[in-house]
């Protein structure tokens, strides 16, 4: 008898990212499969719905808005990595923004009738654990970065992380507010890079022309 398609794939998927790496028991049950298209939305503001995300493939950008209409742009997370970890330790009762940059694959953990387990499976939670240590680090690095780091390295770094498929998409106020500077300076360093021909405008925002010259700015920044 043929899986369905969800089950077939997810078994497909459990052959590279074992479910075993993360849990120390049977997690199958409440677990499945599932893909976004780039731009697509993984997690909606506000949501608290019980499920936690494991990222397997892509890139994702964390976001708040606020009352204003402004958005600011939290983090960026790659694959393989937690989403809504927050939501289940109690910390957040609803979650920020979370939408893909890139094509995502995610396993979709539904932890109504399983979050005890979840919080006493030392398994789980060393995994947690370490992911939270690292993404502790690499926001430190980030924030020191940001203070004394030039912008034409932290842009085109910036520029390489956000691009899908060679196109940079992020708006301005967003990407100069991430980077910690003045909306002129970022647009300054931006004109820079177009008059350079490392970019080019378009209409979805501006294609990568010199992918090797924001390359080398950015292995220069770190």
């Known amino acids: 008898m043929a899986l369905p398609k969800n089950q077939k794939m997810l078994q497909e998927w459990q052959n590279r990212f074992p479910l075993e790496n993360y849990f120390g028991f049977d997690i199958n049950p409440y677990t499945s499969f599932v893909q976004y298209d780039s731009e697509a939305t993984i997690l909606e503001e506000g949501e608290s719905k019980e499920v936690l995300y494991i990222l397997l493939e892509g890139r994702v950008k964390i976001y708040v808005s606020h009352a204003n209409g402004k958005v ?40 109504s009738q399983c979050k005890e387990m979840l919080l006493n499976d030392v398994t789980f939670l060393r995994a947690l654990c370490r992911f939270l240590g690292e993404r502790s680090v690499a926001t430190t690095n980030r924030y020191s970065h940001n203070q004394s780091g030039k912008l034409e390295h932290r842009l085109a770094a910036f520029i390489l992380l956000t691009a899908y498929k060679g196109v940079y998409r992020e708006r301005h106020t967003e990407a100069a507010a991430f980077l910690g500077v003045t909306y002129r300076h970022f647009l300054y360093v931006l004109a820079k890079f177009v008059k350079a021909g490392y970019l080019e405008k378009c209409p979805e925002g501006y294609r990568i022309m010199d992918i090797k010259e924001l390359e080398r700015l950015k292995a220069e920044g770190e």
């Open 72 to 111: 600011t742009l939290v983090n960026f997370a790659e694959g393989p990595c937690f989403l809504g970890e927050m939501e289940l330790l109690g910390i957040r009762k609803r979650c920020n923004g979370v939408a893909a940059i890139t094509s995502c694959a995610c396993y979709a953990v539904r932890y």
